[in-house]
């Protein structure tokens, strides 16, 4: 992993690594979860291109993209600090974990603003069981009068049975999490990273977004400076790793298939990374008497970034019209792989 993050820092082709390993690392989230998603399908549907409805697994293997994204924009202590945790976690009031230390780095007291801060979250919250309690009996002193009240409708934030376990407290399964979290705080970044993997599934967090723990996970090895220049694809390496290692009885086994899944990680960049490079040096001996108005650079550019690329996405991109981005990815001699006559798609060999 660090090997790879140092060739990383100095690579041409790091933002389009970067870009490719989020549309992978969500697809492979997927697979995990027994779903298929194609690719190709997520890349056009990123691009606002799809050429079918999307499917439910597609929207959100996107949403799995998108937090990728979020949390490589975001400075390195932002997911696992309380401000990103709550937003990635989708939780709007104070949580504070048990044993959570601050950002210097003080134990688990609690400074006087986080008081006033909890208290303040404390006291919204009692206005509102009051307020509710004042509807209640507004409304039933309409009833008792004879008036006409329509029917009760759920608030935004209620989650219907139908969907969600009400007996699952998400809320004592983060609490719970943060403290595996506070307590390997001393332990190398690996291990660390391949114990919490391993709680994240044991406990089982989250009911619809077993995909997040991960994401946390390789947003702490960024934290931990080992992969400081990009955002592990953790799901990615899982995904090499036989389901009997990941889910086996003894938490021994399961823990070396996350260390196992992080090194596949680690190798799968690798050589994805080798092959990018090889890729660019030979477009580019492509560009040679060009002219400096020629779009080919850009296209080389933008077929780095993406597993695949339609005539439409160039179209975008490259302001070029139809025939004209056909003329550049024929120039380019760039690889088609769909094998269809309509809707194709391109991509490096």
């Excluded at 959570?100 to 603003?113: F, I, M």
Aim: hydrophobic share 45%; charged share 30%.
């Amino acid at each position: 992993m660090a090997r790879l993050d140092e060739r990383l820092a100095r690579s041409p082709v790091r933002d389009g690594f970067v870009e490719r390993q989020h549309f992978a690392d969500a697809a492979a989230a997927l697979w995990l979860d027994g779903e298929l998603v194609h690719v190709e399908d997520l890349v056009l549907h990123d691009a606002h291109m799809d050429i079918r409805t999307p499917t439910h697994e597609l929207t959100r293997a996107h949403a799995v993209l998108r937090t990728r994204r979020r949390i490589l924009s975001q400075r390195p202590d932002w997911a696992l600090g309380r401000e990103g945790f709550l937003a990635l976690t989708g939780r709007g009031g104070a949580m504070p974990a048990a044993g959570q230390k601050n950002r210097e780095g003080q134990g688990a007291g609690t400074s006087l603003v986080e008081a006033d801060v909890r208290d303040d979250a404390e006291d919204d919250l009692l206005a509102e069981e009051f307020a509710e309690i004042d509807a209640v009996l507004a409304r039933s002193s309409k009833i008792l009068s004879g008036a006409d009240v329509p029917a009760r409708t759920p608030r935004s934030d209620e989650r219907p049975d139908l969907i969600y376990d009400l007996d699952w407290n998400e809320e004592e399964r983060l609490a719970e999490w943060q403290a595996v979290l506070a307590e390997t705080r001393e332990l190398p970044a690996v291990l660390r990273a391949a114990i919490l993997l391993e709680a994240w599934s044991d406990i089982e967090v989250l009911q619809h977004a077993a995909w997040l723990g991960p994401q946390l996970v390789a947003a702490l090895l960024r934290q931990e400076g080992l992969a400081g220049n990009h955002l592990a694809c953790l799901h990615l390496g899982a995904k090499n790793i036989p389901r009997e290692r990941r889910r086996a009885r003894n938490r021994s086994d399961r823990m070396l298939a996350s260390l196992d899944a992080i090194h596949e990680a680690a190798l799968v960049g690798l050589k994805e990374h080798d092959r990018l490079v090889m890729a660019k040096s030979q477009m580019e001996r492509r560009l040679k008497q060009r002219r400096t108005s020629s779009k080919l650079a850009d296209l080389v550019e933008f077929v780095l970034s993406r597993p695949i690329v339609s005539t439409g996405m160039i179209q975008e991109v490259l302001k070029v019209s139809k025939q004209g981005a056909l003329n550049l990815i024929g120039e380019l001699g760039l690889r088609e792989m769909t094998g269809r006559g309509r809707f194709r798609a391109w991509g490096v060999i």
